[in-house]
């Protein structure tokens, strides 16, 4: 079992920066047992990958439509990850859900991740 709590979600401009957290905890197992990543789902849409962060933080993955605007990290210490999105634009607007994956694998598929956030909302509107 592990708990995830995302913060730092908020109402921005075209062009504004957010740094979202998502925070572990409750897991049996070390945090370096997970895979982490975000997902986002905007109204009406499907539920689609944005990120992810190996377990030993060495490896990332980012969704096209992301992978030069947004960076994930890692800090073991703390069991937290972060996302880093700049120069947000209207289409990045979207409940950001974080969801642990356990080991290893492909980061991208949905269907692989084990335990999932509340999600935090992200709106960028002028």
């Known amino acids: 079992q592990v708990q995830l709590e995302e913060s730092g979600g908020g109402v921005v401009q075209p062009g504004d920066s957010l740094r979202l957290s998502c925070k572990a905890s409750?897991?049996?197992?070390?945090?370096?047992?997970?895979?982490l990543g975000w997902f986002r789902q905007a109204p009406g849409k499907e539920r689609e990958f944005v990120a992810a962060?190996?377990?030993?933080?060495?490896?990332?993955r980012y969704a096209d439509s992301v992978k030069d605007r947004f960076s994930m990290s890692r800090d073991s210490a703390n069991n937290e990850v972060y996302l880093q999105m700049n120069n947000l634009k209207r289409e990045d607007t979207a409940v950001y859900y974080c969801?642990?994956?356990?080991?290893?694998?492909?980061?991208?598929?949905?269907?692989?991740?084990?335990?999932w956030g509340q999600g935090t909302q992200v709106t960028v509107s002028s």
């Open positions: 969801g642990a994956k356990f080991l290893g694998g492909d980061m991208r598929p949905l269907s692989a991740y084990d335990y």
């Open positions: 409750g897991s049996e197992r070390p945090f370096s047992f997970w895979t």
């Open positions: 962060v190996s377990r030993t933080g060495t490896q990332t």
